[in-house]
């Protein structure tokens, strides 16, 4: 019974397995490798980043925000965002369309829909962050669009 316990993992591997791996680590080489991994305006979205979010007003998110990173393009193709002084928010992510409403939590604001439900937040070193309630560890910067 143990032999077969031991054995399981190993059946269960598919044939493309070892080339499926192969080009996530060569589409991770790429991001890591590329543009804007170093650029000090991202630092907040790297793994282990420490930082310490920052009380703002609700009038400090209200505008139109992108995630323009290249992990955030790794992560979501695109996200653009506004958010609006009426309390709704609306953006295109994946180049699907969303919206919903946002409220302020007491430091930041928290978006809200049937999909998307995020937080808004500044860090001390005064950057937008979009933390995603269901993937919490991966923390993107937002720039204003121009």
């Keep these: 019974m143990g032999m077969m316990l031991c054995l399981l993992p190993a059946c269960n591997a598919s044939p493309g397995a070892a080339d499926s791996e192969d ?51 790794y992560l979501y193709g695109n996200l653009n965002l506004q958010v609006k002084q009426d309390g709704t928010w609306k ?19 928290t978006l809200s829909s049937e999909i998307i439900n995020c937080d808004l937040f500044y860090t001390d070193d005064g950057v937008l962050n979009f933390r995603d309630a269901d993937y919490p560890e991966d923390i993107l910067v937002l720039t204003p669009v121009k």
């Design 91 to 109: 953006a295109n992510i994946t180049e699907e369309d969303f919206n919903g409403t946002w409220k302020y939590n007491g430091t930041g604001i």
């Design 23 to 73: 080009n996530m680590d060569e589409i991770a080489q790429r991001v890591t490798e590329g543009s804007d991994f170093d650029d000090s305006t991202y630092n907040n979205e790297q793994e282990g980043a420490e930082y310490t979010e920052k009380k703002a007003e609700e009038s400090e998110f209200i505008g139109n925000w992108e995630a323009a990173s290249d992990r955030a393009a």
